[in-house]
């Protein structure tokens, strides 16, 4: 089964740090874009990050660029999202999310729509 | 960052009924448009993908179509577990948007 499992979210106070992990399991990690989502409370969704397979390409928002950096570990199957001077109005459920593709040699390439996605994680930035 | 304006933002609709959810691009965006359904508390869900394309294992009786700027997605009878929030997604373009959802009410 295709899994994807958020964790390191938490209360956190303004200009502080958080890194979230997302765990992955039932794909071949390696070969597939992922990105970040996030939801702030009874809002809609908001594209927050990505990554492609190799970790050679990376992609923001604006309203995290400079602030937030995606890295990934291959190895260990996992995806990371670090925060950095957090503002209030980056709380949010935030969801890592995997882009369908397909390798083809020493290549992948990716879609940029998002089939699979975790549960997500809660990120409250708050004094 | 292209913009993507759905309408309505809410409806209310009986099982059974056709329901059409429409984006529209702030520009062109080629068919590289998704819908995704949401339900109350839980993980948005892929439902089409390029524009018309069904996600394996979504009913058929949803459907999408459109290219350029403007899209819809239509659910030919409601059924009752189809109750949720939907959003289309644009992946023309760095930085991915979604529209701001439609949320599918019962009446």
């Known amino acids: 089964e295709v899994q994807l499992v958020e964790s390191g979210g938490g209360l956190v106070q303004p200009g502080r740090s958080l890194r979230l992990s997302c765990a992955a399991s039932?794909?071949?990690?390696?070969?597939?874009?992922m990105h970040w989502v996030r939801q702030p409370p009874g809002k809609g969704l908001e594209w927050v990050s990505g990554i492609s397979w190799n970790s050679g390409s990376t992609g923001y928002a604006d309203s995290v660029r400079g602030r937030f950096t995606i890295s990934r570990d291959n190895a260990k199957k996992s995806l990371y999202l670090q925060m950095d001077s957090l503002r209030p109005e980056d709380t949010a459920f935030y969801y890592c999310?995997?882009?369908?593709?397909?390798?083809?040699?020493?290549?992948?390439?990716?879609?940029?729509?998002?089939?699979?996605w975790g549960k997500g994680t809660t990120v409250t930035v708050s004094s | 960052a292209i913009r993507l304006t759905q309408s309505p933002s809410s409806l209310s609709a009986s099982v059974g009924d056709r329901v059409t959810i429409t984006c529209r691009a702030s520009?062109?965006?080629?068919?590289?448009l998704a819908w995704y359904q949401q339900k109350s508390g839980k993980a948005p869900k892929l439902l089409m993908h390029?524009?018309?394309g069904l996600q394996s294992g979504v009913p058929s009786r949803f459907s999408g179509s459109g290219s350029g700027t403007d899209f819809t997605l239509t659910i030919s009878s409601l059924q009752p577990e189809d109750f949720a929030t939907y959003y289309c997604q644009q992946f023309n373009t760095y930085p991915l948007t979604f529209g701001g959802g439609t949320k599918v009410e019962i009446k």
């Open positions: 999310a995997k882009a369908p593709g397909y390798c083809s040699g020493a290549s992948c390439y990716s879609y940029y729509y998002l089939d699979v």
């Open positions: 390029d524009a018309s």
């Open positions: 520009q062109g965006i080629s068919s590289a």
């Open positions: 039932g794909f071949i990690f390696g070969d597939h874009a």
